[in-house]
């Protein structure tokens, strides 16, 4: 059963390290972070679960990473490697890289000292919303205490400078995911438009649909922390317990 979840973006720039000089500019970002796991971590979960999206959907790419698994920062011009929890190693294996997604999740239970059982699922930013919301109600019984974290971001077009461009439509797309998550609405979750989410690069829509799988019938409450578009991208973060 879900016990509590935290919801956070994953720009790379949340790194320090990515973001160099910039990195002061996300500072309040990463401590509304800090603090949705914090709140997960006091529900004491016996598992973790970090909900991402792959990085292709193409069909090469894979959707399952085991707790310890590795990932890095290379592909920004950053030598900086990150683990999947810090209480195992599961050597080299054929486990592969940590998607983007992924990858600044683990870095996030890192700088929280996370060291418990957490393992990874990805799903596509395309996927089907029925399939994001099965596939959160199995990891709701993976344990008789579970937490999410769920990373995406919303709309790439809230403005002129965004990297979609200004779409007048994304204010109001982030707003209503702004409003569910701070509901735990996860009817409201649910129905957020895939096509629509598409036409307005918001990444966020597929794995917060898995988590109003996961928390459906749990009756969460949820507290929205931030809700801001530095650089014209709609960055969440909220937690339910």
Do not use: H, I
């Not at 509901?183 to 649909?209: F, I, V």
């Not at 969460?220 to 801001?228: A, H, Q, S, T, V």
């Amino acid at each position: 059963m879900l016990v509590a979840a935290a919801v956070c973006p994953c720009p790379p720039l949340l790194v320090p390290e990515v973001a160099a000089g910039a990195a002061p500019e996300l500072d309040a970002l990463r401590d509304a972070c800090d603090r949705a796991l914090r709140a997960v971590a006091e529900a004491r979960p016996d598992r973790l679960w970090v909900v991402g999206t792959t990085d292709s959907d193409d069909g090469d790419w894979r959707n399952s990473f085991p707790w310890g698994a590795r990932g890095s920062f290379r592909r920004y011009g950053v030598d900086r490697t990150v683990r999947l929890g810090l209480g195992r190693d599961p050597g080299d294996g054929v486990w592969g890289e940590l998607t983007a997604s992924v990858a600044v999740g683990a870095w996030l239970l890192e700088r929280a000292g996370w060291t418990g059982p957490c393992e990874a699922r990805c799903v596509r930013p395309d996927e089907d919303p029925g399939a994001c919301l099965r596939l959160g109600a199995e990891l709701a019984q993976a344990a008789p205490r579970t937490a999410l974290l769920v990373l995406g971001d919303g709309s790439a077009r809230r403005s002129l400078k965004a990297p979609g461009y200004l779409d007048e439509r994304a204010e109001a797309f982030d707003a209503a995911a702004a409003r569910a998550l701070a509901a735990a609405d996860t009817a409201a979750l649910a129905a957020l438009p895939p096509d629509r989410a598409a036409e307005l690069m918001a990444a966020g829509r597929a794995p917060w649909q898995v988590l109003a799988g996961a928390a459906g019938g749990a009756g969460l409450g949820g507290r929205l922390l931030y809700d801001e578009a530095p650089y014209g991208v709609g960055y969440l973060v909220a937690a339910w317990t």
